[in-house]
């Protein structure tokens, strides 16, 4: 399957210029627009080319491990009461769905000529993938991320200098992941002749979004069809969680065209959405322009941007990819939040009845496929079928964890 | 022909480039900004650039990065932002607006183009806005008779170039390295064979955020907010801002000097 997972298939796509309906686009300094013109001419030479397919195909079989297995979890599903089906990205090489991304825009980065990738990472999962890929593909590489995470997140920062690249701690505005962000940006601009921006989901602006869920949309190809193999038929819903959202797209593309699959995107509600403090920008932003894209984002009165709160580093972001906010206009997706509490309900669950240690990203999904199933089960008045993407697995997360459920020794 | 027109085409009848001086709304606080500009005015800057601060500032240096933070930590809303463009352009200075795009948006884009005309601001230089997302902006700029600035870069193809140049209206800002403001020439030829380029496809006159003999216009804002920052007291911050404002004034009057 994976051989050829850039292979054309129907699903929506951008307009020219990257709209998704009125989303999506380029909200970008001149001195980029350059840059843009050529990854997306690049990445559009790239896909037509089957050797370029090949490359990427070989690379995900042979190195990413993938496809990844469709796992039928029995115990969780009787807890749930629905049939839930995992796909299981958190057995990739790295850990998480991000490898396909990655490994895709490096073998582009290659392609163009260029020598140099900057990344920019939150919790350091998109750092640690990218010092991946560009020890793989010998690149030099610089991952920006916030003060606040580099102090969180010690042990990513050490996995990305083992793995040859340079972290920088960016002290700038809130510390975190959108100002890492703003730093690649700013990077980005000043280096653009040899520098490729690795962006780490699908968002920013055009191709990014189009482009890294066309590198990830293997995740529901492989699902459809390990589905249709396994139950002889099409689940009554896709979950996912939503940060970026480059997971849950991933997912979600292969089944756009199943009018009968509902689509549920799961965003970090994080103490609620009611009290300001979450990262759920669709349920809980408005319209605007964030990091080169219109998009739904987390903004005070005057359009300045909100700092968001998940116990979920990779989740904590106040933007969201635009095709999201598309898929959501248009009603094809249906997007709610679910909180920290309910996250990490979900993500004991999981450890208990599956012996899997899930993402806290991806244990937002779980939570929201747990009240899902019995309104669903109602709804169609027989047990549902549910796919669920495990977008990532929680090894990163043990020690968040450990603290939320207070299992850790204290120090002697 | 708009007001910054007028100012550029009386700068080159004097034979010189025009000053541009760029100071962040509300830094260090609202009034603050509006002592710092009138005083760099009165030193003989032309054209005072009132950045509107924004969270998320993607073009801008650390310089201005932090007085945009500073700005916005002591409350700074765009509603105060017209207040002070308003307070500085009674002085008679032309006042043009640089901001990102997510507050003109927020603001609405009409309102913010009407309340920007009443207030007696210029048009807008917008960094992170090409002309090609731009058609709201094209149509309320022209409803309310406002100037558009667009960036054109080193990297811009032809093409690119000449598109963008035909949108603009006021002037044209060049800028003159690939990197944020306050960044230093990487490459000291990139920046005069752009304005050369610019000019083939354009009469209108072109700033440069450098300073340059070339160009009609040279735009400086981190020097000139480091002035302030960097001062232990408001006072000595206005002193070192006229004391620089004269020098930059002198500077664009007698190049060779």
Known sequence: MSADALAPVAGPQPDSAGHFGRFGGRFVPEALVAALDELDGAWRTAVADESFRAEFGALLRDYAGTPSLLYEARRFSAKVGARVLLKREDLNHTGAHKVRNVLGQALLTKRMGKTRVIAETGAGQHGVATATAAALFDLECVVYMGQVDTERQALNVARMRMLGATVVPVTNGSRTLKDAMNEAMRDWVANVDETHYLIGTAAGPHPFPAMVRDFVRGIGDEARQQCLDLTGGLPDAVTACVGGGSNALGIFHAFVGDEAVRLYGFEAGGDGVATGRHAASITGGSAGVLHGTRTFVLQDADGQTLESHSISAGLDYPGVGPEHAWLHDTGRANYLPVTDDEAMAAFELLCRTEGIIPAIESAHALAGTVALAPKLAAELGREPTIVVNLSGRGDKDVHTAGDYFGILDKER | ?257
């Not at chain 2, 009132?50 to 310089?63: C, K, N």
């Not at chain 2, 507050?103 to 183009?113: I, L």
């Not at chain 2, 911050?237 to 007698?254: D, I, W």
Request: charged share 20%.
């Open chain 2, 1 to 257: 022909m708009s007001r910054i027109g007028v100012a550029f085409d009386k700068a080159r009848a004097d034979g010189r480039a025009l000053l541009v001086g760029c100071m962040p709304a509300g830094f260090p606080t609202v009034e603050g900004s509006i002592a710092a500009m009138t005083a760099m005015i009165e030193a003989g800057v032309d054209v005072i650039e009132v950045e509107i601060p924004y969270s998320d500032p993607v073009m801008d240096g650390p310089v201005i990065q932090r007085a945009s933070d500073i700005a916005l930590a002591g409350g700074v809303r765009t509603a105060d932002t017209m207040r002070i463009i308003e307070a500085v352009a009674a002085t008679g200075a032309p006042v043009v607006t640089m901001t990102y795009w997510n507050p003109v948006e927020r603001y609405g884009v009409d309102v913010f183009a009407r309340d920007l005309a009443s207030a007696g601001g210029t048009g807008l230089i917008t960094p992170d806005l090409i002309p090609d997302e731009a058609d709201e902006w094209l149509a309320a700029s022209d409803a309310h008779g406002l100037d558009r600035t667009f960036l054109v870069s080193p990297s811009s193809t032809d093409a690119r170039l000449a598109m963008t140049v035909q949108h603009c209206r006021g002037f044209v800002y060049a800028t003159a390295v690939m990197g944020v403001t306050g960044a230093r020439a990487r490459t000291s030829d990139a920046a005069p064979t752009l304005v050369s380029r610019a000019r083939a496809v354009t009469d209108l006159p072109i700033g440069v955020g450098l300073r340059a003999g070339y160009a009609d216009g040279v735009i400086v804002g981190s020097a000139l907010v480091r002035c302030v920052l960097d001062a232990p007291t408001e006072a000595d911050g206005l002193a070192a801002l006229r004391t620089l404002s004269a020098e930059l004034a002198e500077g664009v009057r007698n190049p060779t000097r």
